[in-house]
């Protein structure tokens, strides 16, 4: 995904949201997509800002619940930003998620210290040290953990698997056992 995303992806989603109804986090999102926003500290690095508009392309879906969920709340099960000065341990306890996310930590949302993928309120430091490669992580933590993608985000996680990582629905169990041998960090870290 890594390779791909900066040259086959990233300038594709940037193009196509600049088509969808502008609001006030969808044109943040687009400014840090596109760079042009260095000195904002409240807005995310350009990889994830892409991501995120990713996200509004590939609307959520409320699942079997009859409930309609935005993108921009759709965010928050996929990625939650902690201020490097405040306790993760307060974040964890008050944080209700059946399913990985990402937790970024630093001082601004541009300029992340550490990324984390929270499994069952446990953290698992991830060796990447970008949001892309933190996304990456969380996607192949899915797999390694036999986990269902949450679901408002099936539309986004099932694009990048089939789309990015070129991985057919089909063959998703055969994958999972790729990934945990490629992947050997992760299961180390847990046990």
């Not at 990015?164 to 169990?173: E, G, L, P, R, W």
Request: one cysteine or more.
């Amino acid at each position: 995904m890594l390779e791909k995303w900066d040259t086959a992806f990233k300038p594709k989603v940037i193009k196509e949201a600049k088509h969808l109804t502008q609001s006030t986090e969808l044109c943040r999102l687009l400014t840090a997509a596109e760079n042009l926003s260095e000195n904002d500290h409240t807005n995310w690095d350009s990889d994830m800002a892409s991501l995120l508009l990713l996200l509004h392309l590939l609307p959520p879906t409320a699942g079997r619940k009859r409930i309609q969920i935005s993108p921009s709340d759709a965010v928050g099960k996929m990625l939650h930003f902690h201020k490097s000065c405040c306790s993760i341990v307060e974040h964890l306890q008050g944080r209700e998620a059946e399913q990985p996310y990402i937790l970024a930590v630093g001082r601004p949302k541009n300029r992340i210290d550490a990324f984390y993928i929270v499994v069952d309120k446990l953290l698992i430091p991830c060796q990447a040290t970008s949001s892309l490669g933190a996304f990456d992580e969380l996607f192949k933590s899915h797999y390694v953990f036999n986990l269902s993608y949450d679901e408002t985000l099936v539309q986004l996680f099932t694009f990048v698997q089939t789309t990015v990582y070129d991985i057919d629905v089909a063959t998703t169990a055969v994958y999972r056992v790729y990934v945990v041998k490629l992947c050997p960090w992760c299961l180390e870290e847990i046990f």
